[in-house]
């Protein structure tokens, strides 16, 4: 081992002390600016309303700062200016708030058996979302992407704006990404491996955006829950995605968990039966085998078309409740099968993460008043803290859209934590 260098320190430190001076006032001038737009914007987007005093007095920059700050974010198209806002003290001022009528951020998802494109502006409305079905499995990736981009492209066409510019894109995969944007591989779509997801869409879609941004559609699901669902989930939950595969997005203190390498959540690889049917991921009786969309399916005895699930009207899912509804006994058999094994996985991890919150999503959704009281019988029997703190089970309400406004929202959320990524650009 070398010994630490104690005769280099002093001129290190000089150097550091000079550092300012020779790189200049400009780039320190430049990051202090990024950082207060930042602040303002923050403060906007909290939705009170605060007018431009408030906002100096919150952040303790100066009235001039702010007001400086506010024009660009205005002359941007991020924010609006109305009317005077209510509760505060003396003079009152004009309240500010995100533009719901500005820039948008678009969401692209690449599922198994899907493809999805939303549309969603600063506020989080969705101005637009579409889901299509179709197998994946089969088809190349290029042209998957490229079905997608151009779905992509009818929406903005259909429901753009001149004054609503598309400030990034966010891709939903199934799989695992790294974070040049690159799909390292996806468990359920053989032949995706090392798939320049961002580049090729980027390319693809031939329109001028700042940043595109690409995650697991399980991770985007449960962002998309955390800020946009109805229900109050709170900042510590699991939302388990049950599609042809089964994914969870960890979130803890209102962060995504994603794990050292993104590799998190993969829940439909937990085992559940170690003597079960051998899985694609090399492992044997994992959750998917038991509880994922297809197996639930060919348990269920439904002939159905393959490769067509979520969001579609006449699909299998709709055909599986229809049956449960009708009190199908072999329906409903595999349905209880499916959620003890959900159960079961889902209490090994809550004993591991003390999450307070269970988000069911994707297709558990769907069949939640068939398979809830086994999930919770599990939880009940194998958690440990259940009879301590108790686990809530929540019911997600976000449908199929869960992922691809995720998506979009992730490229939102990303802006409005670093606004001058796009700031100047708009304002042009
Ligand atoms: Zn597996």
Same mark, same amino acid.
């Given at each position: 081992?070398?010994?630490?260098?104690?005769?280099?320190?002093?001129?290190?430190?000089?150097?550091?002390?000079?550092?300012?001076?020779? =790189? @200049?006032? $400009?780039?320190? *001038?430049?990051? &202090?600016?990024?950082?207060?737009?930042?602040?303002?914007?923050? /403060? #906007?987007?909290?939705?009170?309303?605060?007018?431009?005093?408030?906002?100096?007095?919150?952040?303790?920059?100066?009235?001039?700062?702010?007001?400086?700050?506010?024009?660009?974010?205005?002359?941007?198209?991020?924010?609006?200016?109305?009317?005077?806002?209510?509760?505060? =003290? @003396?003079? $009152?001022?004009? *309240?500010?708030? &995100?533009?719901?009528?500005?820039?948008?951020?678009?969401?692209? /998802? #690449?599922n198994v058996d899907?493809?999805?494109?939303?549309?969603?502006?600063?506020?989080?409305?969705?101005?637009?979302?579409?889901?299509?079905?179709?197998?994946?499995r089969?088809?190349?990736?290029?042209?998957?992407?490229?079905?997608?981009?151009?779905?992509?492209?009818?929406?903005?066409?259909?429901?753009?704006?001149?004054?609503?510019?598309?400030?990034?894109?966010?891709?939903?995969?199934p799989g695992l990404?790294?974070?040049?944007?690159?799909?390292?591989r996806a468990p359920n779509l053989p032949?995706?491996?090392?798939?320049?997801?961002?580049?090729?869409?980027?390319?693809?879609?031939?329109?001028?955006?700042?940043?595109?941004?690409?995650?697991n559609e399980a991770?985007?699901a449960?962002?998309?829950?955390?800020?946009?669902?109805?229900?109050?989930?709170?900042?510590?939950?699991v939302r388990v995605s049950g599609e042809v595969g089964v994914g969870a997005g960890?979130?803890?203190?209102?962060?995504?968990?994603?794990?050292?390498?993104?590799l998190s959540g993969e829940l439909g690889h937990v085992t559940v039966d170690p003597q079960g049917p051998q899985c694609s991921c090399g492992g044997r009786g994992c959750l998917e085998q038991v509880a994922g969309q297809e197996a639930l399916l060919r348990e269920a005895?439904?002939?159905?078309?393959a490769g067509?699930a979520l969001?579609?009207?006449?699909?299998p899912i709709?055909?599986l409740?229809?049956?449960?509804?009708?009190?199908?006994?072999?329906?409903?058999?595999a349905l209880?099968r499916a959620g003890a094994a959900l159960g079961i996985a889902l209490s090994s991890l809550?004993?591991?993460?003390?999450?307070?919150?269970?988000?069911l999503g994707g297709l558990y959704?769907?069949v939640?008043?068939?398979i809830?009281?086994?999930v919770?019988?599990e939880?009940?029997?194998?958690?440990?803290?259940?009879?301590?703190?108790?686990?809530?089970?929540?019911?997600?309400?976000?449908?199929?859209?869960?992922?691809?406004?995720?998506?979009?929202?992730?490229?939102?959320?990303?802006?409005?934590?670093?606004?001058?990524?796009?700031?100047?650009?708009?304002?042009?």
């Amino acid at each position: 081992m070398r010994e630490p260098r104690t005769d280099g320190e002093p001129e290190r430190l000089h150097r550091l002390e000079q550092r300012p001076r020779l =790189v @200049g006032l $400009p780039a320190h *001038a430049g990051a &202090l600016r990024r950082h207060n737009l930042a602040l303002v914007l923050a /403060e #906007i987007a909290r939705g009170e309303g605060a007018s431009r005093a408030q906002i100096a007095s919150v952040t303790r920059l100066t009235r001039g700062t702010v007001s400086a700050l506010v024009d660009t974010l205005l002359s941007a198209g991020l924010v609006v200016e109305g009317g005077p806002n209510r509760g505060s =003290v @003396g003079r $009152p001022g004009n *309240a500010l708030r &995100l533009n719901a009528e500005g820039p948008v951020g678009l969401g692209i /998802e #690449i599922n198994v058996d899907y493809v999805a494109t939303a549309l969603l502006d600063f506020t989080g409305r969705a101005r637009s979302v579409r889901i299509v079905a179709g197998d994946n499995r089969a088809a190349a990736p290029q042209a998957v992407l490229g079905r997608s981009v151009h779905m992509a492209q009818q929406m903005v066409a259909e429901s753009l704006t001149e004054s609503s510019k598309i400030v990034g894109i966010g891709v939903a995969v199934p799989g695992l990404v790294s974070s040049e944007g690159v799909l390292r591989r996806a468990p359920n779509l053989p032949g995706w491996e090392s798939v320049a997801v961002a580049e090729t869409v980027e390319s693809m879609l031939a329109m001028p955006v700042e940043i595109t941004l690409v995650d697991n559609e399980a991770n985007l699901a449960a962002l998309a829950e955390h800020w946009y669902a109805n229900a109050d989930v709170g900042d510590d939950f699991v939302r388990v995605s049950g599609e042809v595969g089964v994914g969870a997005g960890i979130v803890i203190g209102g962060e995504l968990w994603r794990g050292v390498n993104g590799l998190s959540g993969e829940l439909g690889h937990v085992t559940v039966d170690p003597q079960g049917p051998q899985c694609s991921c090399g492992g044997r009786g994992c959750l998917e085998q038991v509880a994922g969309q297809e197996a639930l399916l060919r348990e269920a005895g439904a002939t159905m078309p393959a490769g067509t699930a979520l969001g579609v009207p006449d699909g299998p899912i709709s055909a599986l409740v229809a049956r449960a509804k009708r009190g199908d006994e072999q329906t409903l058999a595999a349905l209880r099968r499916a959620g003890a094994a959900l159960g079961i996985a889902l209490s090994s991890l809550v004993n591991v993460l003390d999450v307070p919150t269970i988000v069911l999503g994707g297709l558990y959704a769907d069949v939640a008043p068939w398979i809830s009281d086994e999930v919770s019988r599990e939880l009940h029997a194998r958690a440990i803290g259940y009879h301590d703190a108790g686990v809530r089970l929540l019911v997600s309400q976000l449908g199929a859209e869960a992922a691809v406004r995720g998506a979009a929202g992730l490229v939102i959320r990303r802006i409005i934590d670093n606004p001058s990524l796009v700031a100047d650009h708009l304002a042009r």
